[in-house]
């Protein structure tokens, strides 16, 4: 009897509450948002900017540039507030709104690069400009990429692992959802870098905070990139610059032209660009000096070097910890080994995170015995790369990740292994790209540049396949001068690569179709 009674109650309840005629409220104004209530979040400031009065609005400092001004150039409701999930958090994020005449109903959240504590403002006026409602967030500490702000900070780790930007979402959501009387219809994040692992770590652990991911170059499989990369400096730099096996940054470009006279030309097009690099075996042993040292070529010791940069990191046990540097990457080889210093993220990352010792020495790296240490410490909250996708999927996620094969920071085949471990996991290739799709860029560097067409969007094709069920079978990538597009090319879905039909122009993507190389 109490049963039927309490569900006629609740009936009745919800009866009242859904013939209850929406009563006209006035939409809530930008300042109001500043009075919003969200636990364990304080809201800073609402702000509306309205161009041309208020064209530029004003960025904080980083530890890269002084506090500045961004042009934004289409009227927003900006909205600062930090989160406070642990007592020792301080998550600031930003949600900015487009008036709602002009919102396309949709929030996109955009990454961030490196251990950098700052916002992506860049990235969020972008956003901004195509009516999204977009979100970013610091990350959970403000500062730079030493890692210096971890040691000591668990909980801050947490929030830089994935803590900041699942809650960022959230809040996100609820803002939008207030300033507009209704929520977004759909989420997409769009990140490359630390952006990129973002999104994996979102489709992995929070799999109901987006529709649709952008992943560039995800730094996903952090505890080994790190000691990627500290093996790099390790191997290039534990003796100096003066020592025999130190490679002068001046003979970078001669081993990119011997990688290249090796590769370019297999793919069907001598330009510059070795489209699928792994399908290339270039051996640096052919350009080995063949009595003394000389501008055009390596001693035995630099040879050993150039060998280790493309094999990359390896447990005692020969298992790879992370892959190498691809043919082609050459010339930006600088960042790991150029000197003389190591690479600041790397070294930052087991003198701050995990050793917690300042006075840590790159010199000692074992690159077996300290990726073990840094999986054991970290692995499980830092890292991204749990191939299980089936609840992502199973909400009509769609996933977009792209790599650069001349990434020198981020190796491209760590973006394969990725891919390849989530389609053991998801039925296959053909079942995995339902949902999951990986471009390759060849010539591109981190996230941007390079040699050849390295322009290229990835929303609108992404929009394209969440919202009319349309996948990418191909991506225009574009290269120009003085602003004039003079090549383009198709990025193709892993494993397929551009290939040339054989005549008509090669600066034209017209003439290339994407399918399996045979070369
Ligand atoms: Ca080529």
């Not at 509306?48 to 530890?63: C, G, R």
């Not at 803590?163 to 960022?168: F, G, T």
Request: glycine share 10%; with cysteine; proline share 8%.
């Amino acid at each position: 009897m109490r049963n039927h009674l309490a569900g006629f109650i609740i009936l009745a309840f919800v009866a009242a509450f859904v013939l209850t005629p929406a009563r006209a409220t006035a939409a809530p104004t930008c300042e109001s948002l500043a009075s919003l209530k969200i636990p364990q979040v304080t809201i800073t400031s609402a702000t509306e900017y309205t161009p041309p009065k208020d064209l530029v609005i004003p960025i904080p400092a980083s530890p890269f540039a002084s506090a500045g001004n961004l042009e934004v150039p289409v009227t927003l409701c900006r909205v600062v507030a930090f989160a406070t999930p642990t007592s020792d958090s301080h998550i600031t994020f930003e949600v900015w709104l487009p008036p709602a005449a002009s919102w396309n109903g949709k929030l996109q959240s955009v990454g961030n690069g490196g251990f950098i504590g700052q916002i992506a403002y860049g990235a969020l006026s972008n956003a901004l400009k195509l009516g999204y409602a977009a979100a970013g967030t610091d990350t959970g500490h403000a500062g730079g990429n030493d890692e210096s702000w971890a040691m000591g900070h668990p909980e801050k780790v947490i929030d830089w692992s994935y803590r900041a930007v699942h809650l960022m979402t959230l809040d996100a959501k609820q803002i939008i959802r207030t300033y507009y009387g209704s929520p977004a219809r759909l989420a997409y994040w769009n990140g490359c870098s630390t952006g990129g692992k973002q999104g994996l770590t979102e489709a992995q652990k929070f799999p109901s905070d987006y529709d649709a991911i952008i992943a560039g170059a995800p730094a996903n499989y952090i505890t080994h990139l790190q000691a990627g990369s500290e093996y790099m400096s390790w191997v290039s730099l534990r003796n100096g610059i003066n020592a025999p096996e130190y490679i002068p940054p001046s003979k970078y470009p001669v081993i990119h032209r011997a990688a290249l006279n090796a590769c370019d030309a297999r793919d069907g097009v001598a330009d510059g660009v070795i489209e699928d690099p792994s399908r290339c075996h270039f051996d640096v042993r052919t350009i080995e000096c063949h009595g003394a040292d000389g501008p055009s070529c390596l001693t035995a010791p630099q040879v050993k070097t150039a060998q280790a940069l493309y094999a990359g990191a390896k447990f005692a046990d020969g298992r790879q910890i992370y892959p190498g540097m691809e043919p082609g990457s050459e010339l930006a080889w600088g960042a790991m080994a150029g000197g003389p210093e190591p690479i600041s993220i790397g070294t930052g990352f087991f003198m701050y995170m995990v050793f917690a010792d300042p006075k840590w020495d790159f010199r000692t790296f074992h690159v077996d015995r300290d990726t073990r240490l840094a999986d054991s410490r970290l692995g499980s909250t830092m890292n991204a790369i749990d191939p299980n996708l089936k609840r992502f999927r199973a909400r009509g996620g769609k996933i977009i990740t792209y790599h650069g094969w001349a990434d020198q920071l981020i190796s491209p085949g760590n973006s394969v292994n990725y891919y390849r471990s989530v389609t053991a996991v998801m039925g296959g290739p053909k079942n995995t790209q339902e949902f999951f799709r990986l471009f390759m860029v060849p010539g591109m560097t981190h996230c941007e540049g390079g040699t050849g067409p390295t322009s290229f969007d990835m929303l609108g094709p992404l929009e394209h396949w969440r919202e009319h069920g349309i996948p990418p079978t191909k991506i225009i990538a574009s290269h120009s001068t003085h602003n004039t597009v003079d090549e383009t090319r198709p990025l193709c879905p892993y494993p397929q690569a551009a290939i040339y039909k054989g005549s008509g122009d090669t600066n034209d993507a017209a003439n290339f179709v994407c399918g399996n190389p045979t070369w």
